[in-house]
T-cell receptor, first 115, second 116 residues
Framework: GDSVTQMEGPVTLSEEAFLTINCTYT??????LFWYVQYPGEGLQLLLK?????DKGSNKGFEATYRKETTSFHLEKGSVQVSDSAVYFC??????????????FGQGTRLTINP | GAGVSQSPSNKVTEKGKDVELRCDPISGHTALYWYRQSLGQGLEFLIYFQGNSAPDKSGLPSDRFSAERTGGSVSTLTIQRTQQEDSAVYLCASNPSGRGGTGELFFGEGSRLTVL
C-alpha cells in the first residue's frame, strides 16, 4: 500500500544552519504530498503541500519540491531558528474506501535548534 | 469553536477498564478522522467519518475499539478492556468535506492515554 518514509531523528542543529529532512514515498499514481509540523504543546498543523510533480510548496521559509522521478519530497530551510524546534511529519493523501481521502504519515522527525 | 477540541487531554487508567475519548470538530466540517500516535512511531489511521457514517474503519486495531459520531458533530472513540499497548496519544482531525478537498486536516491537541 501507499507509504511514507522519512529520515529518522532526532536532528539537532545550531541556529542559522541549513536544514534538510528527507522524505520518500511509495504510491500508486501521483498523490498530493504534505509536510505537517507539531510544535511543543500544540496540535499538528499543515506546513506546506504540493499537489503535482515539480510543484514546490513553501511556507515560513521552508520549501519542498515534489520529485516524481525520485519519489521524494524533502523539506529544506536555509537558516533555521530556535522557534523551528518541533516534530515534522511528511504525509501523502490518497483515496480510500468510498472515495474518502486518507492521509498517510511518516514516523516524524524531531528537530531541535540550539541558540 | 475555533478549533478541534479533544477531551480528556490526559487519561490514566488500569488495564481492563473501558475508556471514552471525545472529539468536537470545527463547526461545519463534515469529515472527521481519528489517528493514533505511539511513542517512536508515526500517525496511525484508525477511522474516518463522513457525516455520521464511517465508510472507512480499516484502521481500528481490534474489536475492542469502536467509534461513533452523532449529529454530524461530536465523535466518541471507545476502547474496551484496555491493554498496555493501547497507551498512545489519540488525535482527532476534521476537514470541511473529506472528498475532493485540499487534503488539509485540522488537528486537535490529542488525548494522551496511559494504561497501567
Amino acid at each position: 500500500g501507499d507509504s511514507v518514509t522519512q529520515m529518522e531523528g532526532p536532528v539537532t542543529l545550531s541556529e542559522e544552519a541549513f536544514l534538510t529532512i528527507n522524505c520518500t514515498y511509495t504510491a500508486t499514481g501521483y498523490p498530493s504530498l504534505f509536510w505537517y509540523v507539531q510544535y511543543p504543546g500544540e496540535g499538528l498543523q499543515l506546513l506546506l503541500k504540493a499537489t503535482k510533480a515539480d510543484d514546490k510548496g513553501s511556507n515560513k521559509g521552508f520549501e519542498a519540491t515534489y520529485r516524481k522521478e525520485t519519489t521524494s519530497f524533502h523539506l529544506e530551510k536555509g537558516s533555521v531558528q530556535v522557534s523551528d524546534s518541533a516534530v515534522y511529519f511528511c504525509a501523502l493523501i490518497f483515496e480510500g474506501i468510498q472515495g474518502a481521502q486518507k492521509l498517510v504519515f511518516g514516523q516524524g522527525t524531531r528537530l531541535t535548534i540550539n541558540p | 469553536g475555533a478549533g478541534v477540541s479533544q477531551s480528556p487531554s490526559n487519561k490514566v487508567t488500569e488495564k481492563g477498564k473501558d475508556v471514552e475519548l471525545r472529539c468536537d470538530p470545527i463547526s461545519g466540517h463534515t469529515a472527521l478522522y481519528w489517528y493514533r500516535q505511539s511513542l517512536g512511531q508515526g500517525l496511525e489511521f484508525l477511522i474516518y467519518f463522513q457525516g455520521n457514517s464511517a465508510p472507512d474503519k480499516s484502521g481500528l486495531p481490534s474489536d475492542r475499539f469502536s467509534a461513533e459520531r452523532t449529529g454530524g458533530s461530536v465523535s466518541t472513540l471507545t476502547i474496551q478492556r484496555t491493554q498496555q499497548e493501547d497507551s498512545a496519544v489519540y488525535l482527532c482531525a476534521s476537514n470541511p468535506s473529506g472528498r475532493g478537498g485540499t487534503g488539509e486536516l485540522f488537528f486537535g491537541e490529542g488525548s494522551r492515554l496511559t494504561v497501567l
